[in-house]
C-alpha cells in the first residue's frame, strides 16, 4: 500500500486499494464518519519477501479515501485518525465544498488524480525512500502536501492534526499542523 508503484489508478480514474492487506467496507451506514487505522513500523510489499519500513505520514489513499467518506456521509464533522511510531494524527474538514470538490475531480479527473498522486509522491515518498527513517522528513512532506496541494485550482479542504498527550497517555488537545 505504501509503495507508489502499488498505488494504481483504474481506468475510470479512482483510486485502488488492493492488495492480501487490504481491508474494505461495505455497506457502511450513513452515520460512519470516522476512519481509525494504524501504519505499522513495517510491511512486507506485494511479490515480495522482504520487509520495508513504513511511512509514518497518512498516504496518499488515506487521503482520497477521506474525501470519499465526507462524500459518502456528507457530515462536516467526518475524521480520519492514524497512529503510528511517531504520535496520533487526524485528518479533519476545514472546507466541505472544497473537500467535496476533491472527491469529485480526483474521482472523475485521472490528470488530476495523476498530478495528485505526483505531487504526494515527491513530497512524501521521495524523503522516506531517500532515508526511511527520517520520519519528520516524511511527516513534513505530507503537512506540506495537504496545505499546499490544489485540485482543480483550489486546496482540498483539509486540516491536519497532531494529538497531545498528558504523562498518563490522555490526549488532552490536538494541534493543527
Do not use: C
Not at 472544497?98 to 472523475?108: A, D, H, M, P, S
Amino acid at each position: 500500500m505504501y509503495d507508489k508503484n502499488q498505488n494504481p489508478i483504474y481506468p475510470t480514474g479512482t483510486f485502488g486499494n488492493t492488495g492480501p492487506n487490504s481491508t474494505n467496507f461495505y455497506n457502511a451506514p450513513k452515520s460512519h464518519y470516522i476512519i481509525l487505522h494504524m501504519h505499522q513500523n513495517t510491511y512486507t510489499p506485494i511479490g515480495t519477501s522482504t520487509p520495508k519500513t513504513s511511512p509514518v505520514a497518512p498516504s496518499d489513499i488515506d487521503v482520497f479515501n477521506f474525501t470519499k467518506l465526507l462524500d459518502y456521509t456528507d457530515n462536516k464533522n467526518a475524521t480520519s485518525i492514524l497512529v503510528n511510531r511517531i504520535g496520533t494524527y487526524a485528518i479533519r474538514v476545514n472546507d466541505v465544498n472544497k473537500v467535496i470538490n476533491t472527491f469529485n475531480t480526483l474521482e472523475n479527473n485521472i490528470e488530476a488524480a495523476k498530478s495528485f498522486i505526483k505531487e504526494y509522491d515527491r513530497l512524501v515518498m521521495t524523503p522516506h525512500e531517500a532515508v526511511p527513517l527520517d520520519d519528520s522528513a516524511v511527516m513534513n512532506g505530507f503537512i506540506t502536501f495537504v496545505n499546499t496541494h490544489l485540485v482543480n485550482g483550489q486546496s482540498m479542504g483539509l486540516s491536519f492534526y497532531q494529538a497531545v498527550y498528558d504523562n498518563q497517555d490522555n490526549i488532552t488537545n490536538w494541534v493543527k499542523l
